[in-house]
């Protein structure tokens, strides 16, 4: 046969046909293949089984083997209620519910959805009646299926993500909730210094609150694709120098930072506001998890598209990230050896890097530090590049 695909098996038209060599390695039955595409239907992710007009199968691909557990030998020929049994999440058997042959004339198929295969493992499956004409009788059924770990892992990212929200949350809103309360109620009897010193404390918790809320803010849009980038003339060495003047203001030593400029510099088109954060989240890793000296680097550099950028390097002296731990650094919640914080800022800087068009790597000091560094094209925006 031939398959025209669109994001998902789609259409179905009867045309050549060849086994499909699935777990079982079984070729001797016959089944749907995608000459059209040059395909094979075992080249597909996802799993493929087609049932012809009388209900049994004519196609069972590998993919569809691995996640039912069941080999195309054993489900070549066989009606699909036999080979497919599946369930519903109150456990009612899905063919005779659907009753896709029997079922109205004007329906083209059923949207994906859960199911249960025998056992209880969850599946998502979508079916596409395939009809000679509108209202016909179904000529053929072609089922797609697909497993659930990614999903599964989705639903725990989000679960872990609302788990450490409330846990941040919870620290600073009592505290507000305390202090106020406290102030309320007793107001007459605390001395200026001691309602200054627990209204400081409430505003400071009152900021947390704030930075976490930027923090889902931020996640939402990188992970929907909407951080916005709104792109401006950035003096990259004079941001560096503010960030280190503000960690120096705060009691670090000025002698723990380094700041190393190789130019000319290229003109730096890009969201200064983010750009800060990303500043901000690399220095603070580097004076609160590293040790010794800070150094930031800021020279010219070639993007992965080979194009003009921008390079920064903030590296310190301490024991550095293990090396197992290098692929996990930009994931949500990674927090490396020391706990604190929420762990999602290296995800965010990330985010921000590359909706810039940029890259960020992490790998060793050359004194044993950990080196961040991160690489930004320089262009301006469209609209100034035209004409």
């Not at 001797?28 to 049994?56: I, M, T, W, Y």
């Not at 960030?243 to 003109?267: I, S």
């Not at 088109?269 to 983010?274: I, L, M, N």
């Not at 090396?323 to 995800?347: A, D, I, N, P, Q």
């Amino acid at each position: 046969m031939n398959v025209r695909t669109s994001g998902s098996v789609a259409d179905a038209r009867p045309a050549a046909v060849h086994g499909s060599q699935g777990a079982g390695g079984a070729r001797d039955a016959p089944a749907h293949g995608l000459d059209g595409l040059g395909l094979d239907p075992d080249d597909l992710p996802d799993g493929l089984v087609v049932a012809d007009e009388n209900g049994r199968v004519t196609c069972f691909n590998a993919a569809a083997a691995r996640i039912t557990a069941v080999s195309p030998r054993e489900a070549m020929g066989r009606p699909l209620e036999s080979a497919l049994p599946l369930e519903d999440l109150e456990g009612r058997r899905w063919w005779p519910l659907t009753d896709p042959y029997g079922g109205l004339a004007i329906r083209v198929g059923q949207p994906e959805r859960n199911l249960l295969l025998p056992g209880g493992r969850e599946v998502l499956v979508s079916v596409r009646y395939v009809r000679e004409s509108p209202g016909g009788p179904v000529r053929r059924l072609v089922v797609q299926l697909r497993g659930t770990d990614a999903r599964r892992r989705t639903e725990r990212s989000h679960a872990e993500l609302i788990a450490t929200v409330a846990h941040e949350l919870r620290s600073p809103l009592t505290s507000v909730k305390g202090f106020t309360a406290t102030l309320l109620a007793k107001w007459e009897r605390f001395t200026d210094d001691q309602k200054r010193l627990m209204l400081e404390t409430v505003d400071a918790d009152a900021d947390r609150v704030t930075r976490l809320i930027a923090e889902l803010l931020d996640i939402s849009r990188i992970d929907s694709g909407r951080l916005e980038v709104r792109r401006q003339p950035v003096d990259i060495v004079a941001a560096v120098r503010r960030h280190v003047q503000a960690h120096t203001a705060a009691g670090q030593p000025e002698d723990r930072f380094a700041v190393k400029v190789v130019g000319p510099l290229p003109e730096l088109w890009a969201d200064p506001d983010k750009i800060d954060q990303v500043l901000g989240n690399l220095l603070e890793n580097a004076v609160r998890h590293g040790e010794g000296l800070v150094t930031i680097a800021v020279s010219p550099a070639l993007t992965k598209a080979r194009a003009e950028g921008t390079a920064v390097t903030v590296s310190d002296e301490g024991p550095g990230i293990p090396e197992e731990s290098m692929g996990r650094v930009f994931t949500r919640f990674w927090r490396g050896s020391k706990r604190g914080g929420t762990g999602l800022g290296l995800y965010i800087v990330k985010g921000i890097v590359e909706a810039h068009g940029g890259a960020i790597t992490v790998d060793r000091a050359p004194r044993g530090g950990a080196r961040f560094r991160f690489t930004l094209p320089v262009g301006a925006p469209a609209f100034l590049s035209q004409g």
